[in-house]
């Protein structure tokens, strides 16, 4: 039953290597997000998507790619990993509209060595 | 950059009502406050929001100023498991991702 997962919880890579994060959503929303906690704790938007468009892409290095093949997944691939890159990534889903509240994932903690 | 101010730490003993304030003076008609925690390193979850009118749900209460430039999160009977940080966030009410601030430490004590 759970409304937004994402894969894997934990990823540990070497700098310089390209890995993916995915994420699902059951909820049938039509706006996918992917925000950034670094290492101070403050959380930034990425990037957001609707029906399968990008909508807002944050000043957000362009190693970092999201893709979008249905409503209910954005994936972000990341080329190219740096120190730097080590956070940990939050998804999130909304149905767009008056009043509607995003609902996040549990999140993927990045180490990069 | 957030548009709400917050302070960075409070206390609440178990059982009493924990009562988180925000201010937003920049509010404007169209946007919402809308309330947020996160439980150590979790996904942050989503609590209330409200433009006007006060709200109540399950979790909490929030309390809107009538002028709008603040309002207060309450947790009627804070439990330890409700220590988290606590996010309030103004938005419009489309078109517009969250801009989470650094929010209040909420430590409930036993």
């Known amino acids: 039953d759970t409304a937004v997962s994402q894969t894997p919880k934990y990823l540990v890579t070497q700098m310089g290597n390209d890995k993916s994060i995915k994420c699902e959503q059951n909820l049938g929303h039509d706006t996918m997000y992917w925000y950034k906690q670094d290492s101070k704790k403050f959380l930034k938007i990425m990037f957001s998507y609707n029906n399968k468009e990008l909508i807002i892409n944050e000043t957000v290095p362009n190693r970092f790619s999201p893709k979008s093949p249905d409503k209910a997944h954005l994936n972000l691939h990341i080329n190219s990993l740096e120190l730097g890159d080590s956070a940990v990534y939050f998804c999130a889903s909304s149905q767009e509209g008056r009043g509607w509240w995003q609902f996040f994932g549990p999140g993927t903690r990045l180490t990069v060595l | 950059d957030a548009k709400t101010t917050q302070p960075p730490s409070m206390d609440c003993a178990e059982g009493r009502a924990a009562n988180l304030p925000c201010n937003h003076s920049t509010i404007s008609g169209n946007e919402y406050v809308y309330w947020y925690r996160q439980i150590h390193s979790q996904g942050p979850q989503y609590i209330i929001h409200?433009?006007?009118n006060n709200e109540t749900n399950e979790m909490a209460s929030l309390i809107i100023t009538e002028d709008r430039k603040s309002s207060t999160l309450i947790l009627p009977h804070a439990t330890l498991r409700d220590t988290a940080v606590y996010y309030c966030?103004?938005?419009?009410?489309?078109?517009?991702?969250?801009?989470f601030g650094p929010g209040t430490r909420l430590s409930v004590l036993p």
């Open positions: 409200g433009l006007k």
């Open positions: 966030i103004v938005r419009v009410d489309y078109g517009q991702n969250f801009v």
